[in-house]
């Protein structure tokens, strides 16, 4: 799956997109791997409603690792993210979910979330890894 990003700690739902995999693929039961490529960004769960992906997790990050300190990195590099990188290592690029009967095993307020924390837009790469067993292709339940 490929997503475009504006940085700075954006968050964006990715379970309706991993719930259309699921079901295109036929997955049944097992587990869901979801793994954000780069060093910048970030997978997690979070109840997707604006006070806290618009406000409190923002502020959060900006207390703890904020983008305007002096990090080396960005003395290093020159390209200002020294922060996201941080804020990436702490949160983590993947994260497995079960799944049960062709259904993600979420809470009921539990959104699967790419987090972009980078200092500009980027362009995502997230990787899908199904693993447990798929409905059969032959099964009488099949539509062709």
């Known amino acids: ?18 719930e259309a995999i699921i079901r295109r693929e036929g997955f ?4 869901a791997g979801v793994f954000a490529i780069g060093s910048t960004c970030a997978i997690s769960t979070i109840e997707y409603e604006p006070g806290l992906i618009h406000h409190d997790i923002r502020n959060f990050w ?16 020159g390209d200002n993210n020294g922060a ?3 804020r990436s290592f702490l949160t983590g690029t993947s994260q497995i979910f079960p799944c049960v009967n062709g259904k993600l095993l979420l809470g009921t307020w539990q959104q699967i979330v790419l ?14 890894q199904l693993i447990g067993h798929f409905k059969s292709a032959l099964s009488p339940h099949s539509s062709d």
């Open 1 to 18: 799956m490929e997503i475009t990003t504006n940085g700075y700690t954006e968050l964006i739902d990715l379970t309706p997109k991993i």
């Open 28 to 31: 049944d039961e097992g587990m």
């Open 62 to 77: 900006e207390q703890l690792a904020p983008y305007h300190h002096p990090y080396h990195h960005n003395r290093t590099w």
């Open 84 to 86: 996201a990188h941080i």
């Open 115 to 128: 987090i972009d924390y980078d200092t500009q837009p980027r362009h995502r790469r997230i990787i899908i």
